[in-house]
């Protein structure tokens, strides 16, 4: 895998958000309002109920300056409960969480539109649309999986409507999306009186949750192998299904070619004069993707393959089922492994590397560090960083081309345990060698510390698998996003008192 291609991909129907809004869908939604107060400045509280997977979730926020405190409480909360979050939601200070608290968030208003749609709602009109990639909230950090004492994903990931990655995560947005449009439509009517009216579906659609995705994701993908390489699978599958496939309805040609012509990318027209000839008579979808491999760019061919899986839903959704994966906490080292085998796997994955300088300062010159109050890491000058103490594991080639040398110094019939009794700091890169025997997509083959490394092209891989739509230019270190454009923005119904 390299960065240039993985930061070319797209979302597409295997994507997380997609597969929560399926879910969603099938549930029927029942969504509750069960506490909403709202004043002029849009300050208040809210508790938002939903029934899915046979559970009950709900969403708890506290609305106040610029910010909306959310978390996902798992059931129904008590007194005690909303008192508790109404109060930790509301404060200045660092959250902390219950273990029944799924995920937590703080998010921002963007003002900007926000203003927009209240004072458009207030005077009776709907707002002109939103640019696009508009939002009225954005976030950040969504802190969940035991951070901030929220619940481990090891106690919940069993749960059909949570097996896939993210899926908690995603509930609460798509709950503070719908918070957010009440909120400024009682801001509205606060103002406007009788005269105010509520955002229509058509407006409520088209805005999304807006995210800034750090280092924090590009990292992630690194340290979790045998996950990246889960998802990477089931897309690689996906596709091969598709490719397979002996012939193409002519109303499934049409829509791949709608999503096609919708974005701007290099290779736009050709792709699109290409399909306008129609499919070939055997195998068209092969053989369209055989067309894009030789004559397109790579942001063309990543635009089709995401294209391509859309109108086959029956053959690919199955997948996302398979799109979890414990074995990153759960693989142990194999030390019977003879030495000569363990080199054999380092090379067949990182051999391009083994030849390289690694004396030449540039091979080296960054270094992913966090302290232990930051929630994202940073990625800057190995000279004049935090220092060792707080560098992050992810010089991953590195660490695998000083194993492989110092492997090479035993015979090739030893156990790497003994080798691992002299050298145990090459432990990461061992197993991450093990690993890479049966997971074909555990690794990036490139230097992540190297002077050239683009971070946002592995944060753009992120959320084309978390489903977002990247937004137009984005920082070398943090990439602007946003999800559930388009998506339904349901009306909750008021619960029974």
Aim: proline fraction near 5%; include cysteine; hydrophobic fraction near 45%.
């Amino acid at each position: 895998m390299q960065l240039a291609r993985l930061g070319e991909m797209r979302p597409s129907r295997l994507s997380f958000v997609p597969q929560l809004l399926r879910r969603l869908s099938l549930s029927g939604r029942a969504l509750e309002r069960r506490v909403f107060t709202c004043d002029a400045a849009g300050h208040g509280r809210a508790v938002y109920g939903i029934g899915i997977g046979g559970r009950s979730y709900a969403l708890v926020a506290v609305s106040g300056g610029d910010g909306i405190g959310v978390a996902l409480h798992d059931g129904v909360p008590d007194s005690l409960a909303l008192a508790r979050l109404f109060d930790e939601l509301g404060g200045d200070g660092p959250f902390r969480a219950s273990e029944r608290e799924l995920c937590v968030a703080r998010l921002q208003r963007d003002e900007g539109s926000w203003t927009r749609v209240v004072a458009a709602l207030s005077q009776g009109a709907q707002p002109a649309p939103i640019p696009e990639g508009g939002a009225l909230v954005w976030t950040g950090a969504v802190l969940a999986s035991g951070k901030a004492g929220t619940t481990d994903r090891d106690l919940i990931e069993d749960r059909p409507e949570l097996h896939a990655p993210y899926q908690a995560e995603l509930l609460m947005l798509w709950l503070a999306r719908i918070l957010a449009r009440d909120l400024c439509e009682a801001m509205a009517r606060d103002r406007g009186g009788a005269g105010a009216v509520a955002l229509e579906e058509a407006g409520a659609r088209a805005l999304g949750v807006g995210l800034w995705a750090g280092l924090g994701m590009a990292a992630f993908a690194v340290n979790h192998p045998c996950l990246f390489n889960t998802w990477m699978m089931a897309r690689e599958e996906a596709l091969g299904r598709v490719r397979a496939l002996e012939t193409a309805g002519e109303a499934e040609w049409r829509q791949v070619a709608a999503r096609i012509a919708a974005p701007d990318f290099e290779g736009r027209a050709a792709l699109i004069g290409r399909m306008a000839a129609g499919p070939a008579a055997r195998a068209p979808w092969a053989d369209l993707a055989r067309w894009a491999d030789g004559a397109l760019p790579i942001a063309a061919q990543e635009v089709l393959a995401s294209a391509m899986l859309e109108p086959h839903g029956v053959l690919v959704d199955g997948l996302g089922h398979c799109m979890s994966d414990r074995l990153d906490r759960d693989y142990r080292i194999d030390g019977a492994m003879a030495v000569g085998r363990v080199r054999g796997l380092i090379a067949g994955v990182h051999g391009w590397a083994l030849e390289r300088d690694w004396s030449q300062v540039s091979m080296t010159a960054l270094a992913w560090s966090m302290t232990g109050e930051e929630q994202d890491p940073r990625l800057g000058a190995r000279d004049g960083g935090p220092g060792a103490p707080f560098e992050l594991p992810l010089a991953v080639v590195h660490d695998a081309v000083r194993a492989w040398r110092d492997l090479g110094l035993y015979p090739d019939e030893t156990p790497v345990a003994q080798v691992l009794l002299d050298h145990p700091d090459h432990r990461a890169a061992i197993r991450r060698a093990q690993i890479a025997a049966f997971a074909p997509y555990a690794e990036i083959r490139e230097n992540l510390i190297d002077a050239d490394m683009r971070p946002a092209l592995l944060i753009r891989a992120m959320l084309a698998f978390l489903g977002a739509e990247v937004r137009q230019g984005h920082e070398a270190d943090r990439v602007a996003a946003r999800v559930f454009g388009g998506a339904p923005c349901p009306v909750a119904r008021l619960a029974a008192p």
